[in-house]
């Protein structure tokens, strides 16, 4: 079997996901024989949107590496692709020496004991969107529940748990074609292709994260900070740049995805009472409304990887040196894997919800932290009865990688 090309199904533009993830298009290529060829730029990828594919791209890291090229659609030279390169984009052994690092703080084991502390703030902050009669979702509740949980966790002042929501803005912009601050901002002086997300406020964020190790080597405590720069004295464990690279992902993925999955979670409840009335009348299904607002949200909408040698996939040859993108908005809505996958169902039990990725040693890190954060601020609402009402129109965010929210109003009823 050959490979198809499909021109009306550029899932690239960001400006598409303004209107949301173009559904048609993924489902298009999904019926195509094979795997898709898209275009993109002077080359192309191979489009892998079928769950069972994504599974074995995602369960195959020797093929199809994390290391070679970049993890996001766009390559980069040499000097950039070395200077941006975090736990992402590494391939076992280095994979495996940096993940050892922080893996064990996001154990379930561990994850737990941030349950009281997750569930504080979660109390706090639908007290006060119900005291305000309701606003911004994303603002009041989605946004500011993950970035603080993460910064506790880091050991972060909460404080600059604003301007780090802020700079996380900025990177997602840099996800797309448009970016509101110029090169110069936060005093930057570095060459925007050498910074994640090509952004300035990833400069801010490495200055940020090592004013922050300053701090924990004349004061240790007891956080994910100290522990970080004790492996980095701890000579070979981990290097200058790779601490200010898995700083700045642990700020940054410990936070938007989650506000996105929030985000969407609010809206799907808002648009289907019914399955929410489902959530009040029986609690047990709180974890599985927790993995359905997953699958619904998807909030990192692909993953790349570059093939390491002449393989073959779905009947595709693909050759050494190809782009191969997993498209996990698609592979949750695949309805092999799904029945009515466009269907919002908090009892669903069939599929794998691939929203963390498809398996294998990139699978998120951060998946029980979010699914403890995600779960609490359900159980939280359900314990107050509280049924959300959308009041304005949502407001997208023009990126093909993530699947953000900016804002949308919602008002908080409480259901007899
Ligand atoms: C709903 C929330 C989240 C979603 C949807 C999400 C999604 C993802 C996805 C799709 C990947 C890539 C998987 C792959 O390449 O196979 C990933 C990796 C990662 N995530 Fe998350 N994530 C979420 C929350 C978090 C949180 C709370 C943290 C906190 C630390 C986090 C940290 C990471 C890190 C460090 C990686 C890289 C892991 C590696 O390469 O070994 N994520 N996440």
Same mark, same amino acid.
């Given at each position: 079997m050959g490979s198809t090309t499909i /021109? /009306? =199904?550029? %899932? =690239? &533009?960001? $400006?598409?996901?303004? /209107?949301? %993830?173009p559904h048609e298009r993924f489902a298009r290529m999904r019926r195509a024989p094979g795997l898709t060829w898209h275009p993109y730029g002077d080359d192309g990828f191979w489009a892998v949107t079928r769950h069972a594919d994504v599974r074995e791209v995602s369960r195959n890291p020797e093929v199809f590496s994390s290391a070679i090229g970049h993890t996001n659609l766009w390559d980069l030279e040499a000097d950039a692709l070395e200077a941006r390169r975090s736990l992402i984009d590494t391939d076992a052994p280095d994979h495996t020496r940096l993940r050892r690092l922080v893996a064990g703080a996001f154990t379930p084991k561990n994850v737990r004991k941030w349950e009281v502390a997750v569930r504080e703030i979660a109390v706090e902050l639908l007290d006060e969107f119900v005291e305000l009669g309701g606003g911004d979702w994303v603002d009041l509740v989605a946004a500011p529940l993950p970035i603080r949980v993460i910064l506790s966790m880091l050991g972060v002042? %909460?404080?600059d748990a604003d301007y780090l929501v802020e700079l996380s803005n900025y990177l997602v912009e840099g996800t +797309? /074609?448009?970016?509101?601050?110029?090169? &110069?901002?936060?005093g930057n002086t570095t !060459?925007?292709?050498?910074l994640p997300f090509g952004s300035p406020a990833s400069h801010a964020l490495f200055e940020y994260g090592e004013e922050m190790q300053r701090q924990r080597r004349e004061e240790p405590r007891d956080d994910l900070v100290t522990h970080l720069v004790e492996a980095e004295a701890d !000579? +070979? $464990?981990?290097?200058p740049n790779e601490y200010r690279n898995l700083f700045h992902v642990l700020v940054f993925a410990g936070n938007e995805t989650t506000r996105t999955a929030l985000s969407h979670g609010a809206l799907a409840f808002a648009e289907n009472p019914e399955q929410w009335q489902a959530v009040l009348d029986d609690r047990s299904l709180i974890d599985s409304a927790t993995e359905e607002v997953l699958r619904w949200a998807t909030p990192v909408l692909h993953m790349r990887r570059t093939a390491s040698c002449d393989t073959e996939l779905a009947g595709t040859e693909i050759a050494s040196g190809d782009k191969v993108v997993m498209w996990y908005a698609s592979a949750n809505r695949d309805d092999a894997a799904f029945a009515d996958p466009f269907r919002f169902d908090v009892t669903r039990a069939d599929g794998e919800q691939f929203?963390? *990725?498809?398996? *294998?040693?990139?699978?998120?890190?951060?998946a029980f932290l979010a699914r403890l954060e995600i779960s609490v601020l359900l159980e939280e609402m359900a314990v107050r009865s509280i049924r959300l009402e959308q009041t304005t129109e949502v407001v997208r965010a023009p990126s093909n990688f993530v699947h953000g929210v900016l804002s949308v109003g919602m008002v908080p009823e409480v259901v007899r």
């Open positions: /021109d /009306d =199904t550029n %899932v =690239t &533009d960001p $400006r598409l996901y303004l /209107d949301g %993830v002042p %909460v404080e +797309g /074609d448009t970016q509101s601050i110029p090169p &110069d901002a936060f !060459e925007l292709r050498l !000579e +070979g $464990r981990l290097s929203a963390f *990725g498809g398996g *294998g040693p990139h699978y998120c890190l951060g």
